[in-house]
């Protein structure tokens, strides 16, 4: 079956490329000029983009089927404009063992949303005690090592572990917070958790934690990658390893890119997150921190958990924020339509670095390439309605925002995962 997509403004990580006709043929872009087609598409006054990837998702498969599945979880994705999600390990059992990836992406083939990728813990069950099977995880399929949902606290693990990894061509990614400097903080330590009187965390535990990560990696050498980057001395640090030559990436939540520690101001659970929403002059640091690319990637970490999870005490409440619905119409409309931030840039940091991130081939809109594309209408603003997400996880931060962006249809492989054209 052809496709053909007419009159579609063409943007990617070049930037804005001009109005094409763009014909879809058995999962690859056939032409730009139009074509014989079964389905046409009048995509007039909208961008077609290549579709996102995300490189932190937690599906909560396996055991936490009550938080997401694979079903509401990858059609969320690709409500969101996303051709490929990477799950996180910190599921019930851990994922750790090749059966487990193997029986995941088995699953996630009968399902029609995104595509899945799985990431493997790095230690054994996460416990940081011993290093997991990295070659035979990554033989079933594992495209990322993470111990994600736990902190590193074995520095000599980690340097092995990034060794080992390096050799399978694997980057390790870790949640990089200093456990006992965090200790039971529960909010971002400042002038916000002082007048709640609530456990801060200070920006401290995660800045620590980066620059021992930072070491470890120029003695262990290995790709390292630091998950949900949330502080201006993060990004400062990460700049400061680039620029000596290290081996080094980093992501930004779309949360940590549109929130400060001041909406916890309600005392409302939804905004609890780990690591914890920051304060503006951190925000403003990593907004330039993933335009100048000291931030390669933005990645969602959507977290998702029970609406009767989420509204428990403020401090029994699990973290989490779920997003993969909102993320592109979220800093479309904040960052790229409210600041001026270069839009080639943010599709580059939700499409293609991620992809070069794990060796994958970026999308170009070019004739050839694979059709992982999203089309999202800039103009037509719609509020962020929780209630009719896909995500089991039915609540937002950002319920009620008036945002513009939203994908109105994504192709996986050339095939329609989601649409809401019309
Ligand atoms: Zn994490």
Known sequence: MRL?????????????????????????????????????????????????????THLRVPGQ????????????????????????????????????????????????????????????????????ELSRLKDAGAVLFTDDGHTNEDARLLAVGLRYAAALGVPVAVHAEDATLRADGVVHEGEVSERLGLPGNPAEAESARIARDLEIQRYGKGHLHIQHLSTYTGAKLVRQAKAKGQRVTAEVTPHHLTLTDEALFGLDPIFKVAPPLRERADVEALIAALEDGTVDVVATDHAPHTLDEKEADFLRAPFGIPNLEVAFPLLFTELVKKRGFPLGRLVEAMASAPRRLLGREAVRLEVGARADLVLVDPKRARPVTPEGFISKAKYSPWAGWELVGWPVLTLVDGRVAYEALG
């Open 4 to 56: 053909l997509i007419k009159n579609a403004q063409l943007v990617d990580d070049r930037g804005e490329l001009g109005r094409a006709d763009v014909l879809v043929e058995a999962g690859r872009i056939a032409s730009l000029e139009g074509g014989e087609a079964e389905h046409v598409i009048d995509a007039s006054g909208h961008f077609l983009l290549p579709a996102f990837f995300d490189l932190h």
């Open 65 to 132: 089927e009550v938080k997401e599945d694979l079903s509401s979880g990858l059609r969320a994705a690709a409500a969101g404009g996303f051709a490929e999600v990477v799950a996180m390990p910190n599921t019930d059992p851990v994922i750790d063992r090749p059966e487990v990836i193997r029986a995941l992406l088995g699953q996630a083939r009968r399902v029609d949303g995104a595509r899945l990728s799985v990431a493997a813990a790095l230690s054994a069950g996460q416990e940081g005690r011993r290093l997991a």
